[in-house]
């Protein structure tokens, strides 16, 4: 990743700290136009913060994001309105809502402009399932179409950069295929994504590079192909060989 | 009409511009207060002070009440709100009483614990409903305007609403300033109905009560809490006669109501919705 062409979403130092604990300390990433990026990382090791602070729902303590070169806001809704939408871990839709109630609620940031017709229409053509559900209470919608209407809902803000947190939460194997397939589809309608994940190979087999997040630090990046084969990676998040973890991979 | 009928009437306007007050933040925004008699304070001894020792016309006097109360929620929000759920509700607690104290001890200004007497009885029957009937028409269309919309949104998930776009911190804010108006005014009101206010009249027990009148009428129906304002007001009328065995009676009302519809007697339906469901078509 040599190429001297502007990051659409940068992220260069990035501390985040709760209280004593530091959950960040210096974490760096780029996410290119069009491109398809995952982190992955187990358990408390930063990655919901990541995203979290990066949407400003968290303090950073130090550090910066940039958006296609321009500094993002420290405040959410800010954010949301800057171009970065994210759907969130554990998928939050508003339970007495329909779906279609929910999806507008997507719309929200810009206050009423432009069609959100048309953005409904392409997050139906997108998610054909929700539209079947339209009139439906999200409460009662299986995971898998909930985390369809968590992602469909962030669309609607007509985001640059889609960051999801953990889309295979909870999911059953089949339903991730299915989810993982929609973001490849997403990604092919020109939408930049940022993807977290514990689904290691999941999102390494999707995304076109990938991060390795290791207790607030990154600890390996490359292409996905290198870090699919990598024996470390492999033993540690892939289930292959041994118990071992990563301890001294630094890039 | 009768002097007593018409005292009950002016009272359950008073009692029903306060809970609409609490229900936008209880009901709609979600958040709980146990300290709301303050605001009531708040309005009731500016007015009386305006009124009985500068000499303001009441009108405005009401309004400014109701406006200091707007101010002081928004120095105490601005700090506060960042508590989320139950620890709000107990540092309002503290605020309710910090301002209570607060009147009881600035002798100078607020007479002490003797209370506030002759203040002019300007909270007639028409005053009353007209300030009733204007509050209430602006409330039903604030919350279903896009900012009582954004109330609900916040009620119903803090992070999936301030990732959608909502600055959840303001609507927050202007949400227990707006509540704060509302109890001011009906504060303000009840000092004109009784001519006398006290500090001990906005405790703890007064806070208690108007959380609880909109947790009976149904957490998010606005017309539930003017419903459930109606049944507690008139409950501990009727049952004046037997005095001592009022508050067991309104203690077992509750009781029963959260019981049998622990979602409050409304729910979250408003009444206008309720009537018209049977005869509404089912959304494509």
């Known amino acids: 990743m040599t190429t001297e062409r502007e990051p659409l979403l940068e992220v260069k130092d990035l501390r985040v700290s709760y209280g004593a604990i530091r959950a960040l300390s210096g974490v760096s990433l780029k996410v290119y136009e069009g491109e398809i990026v995952s982190v992955i990382g187990s358990n408390g090791a930063g990655k919901s913060t990541l995203m979290n602070a990066i949407m400003g729902m968290v303090r950073r303590e130090a550090g910066e994001v940039r958006l296609s070169g321009s500094l993002l806001d420290s405040r959410s809704y800010r954010v949301v309105q800057q171009g970065v939408s994210l759907s969130p871990e554990g998928r939050k839709v508003f339970a007495p809502l329909t779906v279609l109630e929910n999806l507008r609620m997507g719309a929200f940031p810009r206050g009423g402009q432009g069609s959100i017709g048309e953005d409904l229409e392409w997050v139906f053509t997108l998610f054909p399932r929700l539209k079947e559900r339209i009139g439906q209470y999200a409460g009662t919608l299986s ?11 962030a669309l609607m803000s007509r985001p640059r950069v889609l960051l999801l947190d953990e889309p295979s939460l909870g999911l059953a194997p089949i339903i991730i295929k299915d989810i993982f397939k929609e973001l490849r589809l997403i990604n092919n309608e020109g939408v930049t994504i940022l993807l977290v994940e514990q689904n290691a190979r999941q999102a390494l087999l999707l995304s076109d590079r990938g991060y390795v997040l290791q207790t607030g630090e990154m600890v390996m990046d490359g292409p996905s192909q290198e870090l699919l084969a990598n024996p470390e990676i492999k033993a540690a998040y892939l289930g292959a060989g041994g118990e071992k973890a990563i301890r001294s991979v630094k890039h | 009409m009768s002097g007593y009928t018409e005292g009950i009437i002016i009272l359950l306007c008073i009692n029903g511009i306060a809970a609409m007050g609490v229900s936008l933040l209880t009901g709609f925004t979600g958040i709980f207060s146990l300290g709301h008699a303050a605001y009531m304070a708040l309005g009731a001894y500016t007015t009386a002070i305006l009124t009985v020792q500068h000499e303001v016309h009441w009108l405005p006097a009401i309004l400014l009440g109701g406006l200091l109360a707007v101010a002081v929620a928004f120095f105490i929000g601005v700090p506060t709100l960042k508590l989320m759920g139950d620890y709000y509700a107990i540092a309002s607690i503290g605020l309710g009483e910090a301002i209570r104290l607060i009147l009881e001890n600035w002798q100078s200004v607020t007479r002490g614990a003797r209370g506030y007497p002759g203040i002019d009885p300007y909270t007639t029957l028409p005053v009353v409903a007209a300030f009733f009937l204007v509050l209430a028409i602006f409330m039903f269309n604030l919350i279903n305007s896009r900012f009582g919309r954004a109330c609900k949104a916040c009620r119903d998930d803090h992070v999936a609403s301030s990732l959608l776009g909502f600055n959840t911190a303001r609507v927050r804010v202007l949400s227990l300033m707006i509540s704060a108006f509302y109890c001011g005014v009906a504060g303000a009101l009840l000092g004109g109905f009784l001519s006398f206010i006290q500090p001990i009249m906005f405790d703890m027990l007064k806070s208690t009560e108007l959380t609880a009148v909109v947790v009976f009428g149904g957490l998010g129906s606005m ?38 519809r622990p979602e409050g007697i409304m729910g979250n339906r408003e009444f206008i ?9 089912k959304a494509s």
Do not use: C, D, K, N
Request: glycine content about 10%; cysteine-free; overall charge positive.
């Open chain 2, 223 to 260: 017309s539930g809490s003017l419903l459930g304002t109606a049944v507690i007001t008139l409950i501990t009328e009727l049952f004046r006669p037997i005095s001592q065995y009022r508050m067991l009676i309104y203690g077992a009302v509750l009781v029963i109501i959260m019981v049998l």
């Open chain 1, 143 to 153: 995971g898998g179409e909930q985390q369809m209407l968590a992602i469909g809902r």
């Open chain 2, 273 to 281: 919705s309720w009537v018209r469901a049977p005869f509404r078509r």
